[in-house]
């Protein structure tokens, strides 16, 4: 006896594709199991998203429909609406800036860093820890881009535009980091310091623009010195969190030795000399706290001009930027710590130059003081300054 056929129940509200193939719809939604098997469009989905994957194997796969049954497909969304899973997107072309700066990035973790310290364990921080930092801290990512792009351009590269943009890229890490200085906290410290510490070595190496290294104009220090000086508000706030971080190696603040030789008998005569002088006892504290200053960080290992030029005081650099004899000279004789301490590469010929011009404010009777830093700097005090 022949087995009974099962029965099924019929039903008219199958999905359409289901329907043109005469086979049984489980009517599962948005996509039936039969559309999901063959990898086809499910008429189902037609009032929901649809997803990459399934628009685009649809247009692709699904069988082209009969001229009785055109009637009833539904029109695939443009191509340009559909993302595929399996095919990446066109990627968009990079702009010149965008390729420019990546070459500079490159060019500072490959080359400008070894710049910036003679110090093996310093190139390290400079090369890996800082550009991290940037990169958290974005106004720092354009003052390493200047500072490499300036490098580019001391190295002969034939592409003016280097010079424009790393001026460009200055100006724009200086507004960011002057907007995050009035904003100053543990986090953001270290990378204010590092831009700072960056703003001095661009400003090294842009010191041939200027007539003098020391002044801008008439009665205002030079850009360097008032970035530097803008460090002390990071140092007095979060220095102790500068020194437990990444950078800390970089700010050894301990005592060395005993500093340049002769300096300290030096500064301190002079002062005695000032001492003798019929001026107010107030301004005379303030030299001797500027020498005092200067002795201390003469005897650090490393950064002891950055580190003087930071914490001199304001009183003294009023002194200093209306060309007080007596501040010039003691300015002199700082210019010592500049060859025995930071960026060689950078600093070039910066101690003389400094030196000369603070030799050329000077009446007769006080030049003599500065025999003995010009002698320690191979320089004849008694011929006329270089052009």
Known sequence: MPLARRSHRKTRTGCPNCK?????????????????????????????????YSSLTSATASPSPSP????????????SQVQSG?????????????VLNSRLIHHYSTATYLTLSDKPEFQYIWQVEVPEIAFEHRFLLPMLMAV????????????????SYSYHQYETALKGSSLALSNISPSNCHALYAVSALAFVFELGTSYNHDSLLYREAGVLAPWIMHIQGVRTIMLSTWAHIKAGVL??????????NGPLELESCVNEFVGYIETM???????IVYRNA???????SKMPYSGF???????????????????PYALVIFGYSCILLRTGGPKYWISRWPEGLLWEVYGYLRPSLRGWLEWPMGELGMNCRQASPE
């Open 20 to 52: 043109r193939r005469r086979i049984k719809c489980d009517e599962q939604k948005p996509s039936c199991g039969n559309c999901l098997q063959h990898r086809i469009e499910c008429e189902y989905a037609e009032s929901q998203a649809m997803n990459g």
């Open 68 to 79: 009785s049954n055109r009637g009833n497909t539904r029109a695939l969304p443009p191509t």
């Open 86 to 98: 399996s095919s990446p997107r066109p990627q968009a072309s990079l702009s010149d800036d965008d």
């Open 148 to 163: 490499s792009a300036l490098h580019m351009c001391r190295k002969g590269l034939p592409e003016v535009r280097y010079m």
């Open 248 to 257: 800390g190696t970089m700010l050894d603040s301990e005592p060395s030795g």
């Open 278 to 284: 019929p001026l107010a006892s107030e301004q005379i």
């Open 291 to 297: 020498v005092n200053e200067l002795i201390k960080w």
């Open 306 to 324: 950055f580190g003087w030029v930071c914490l001199f005081g304001d009183e003294y650099g009023s002194l200093l930027a209306r060309k007080d």
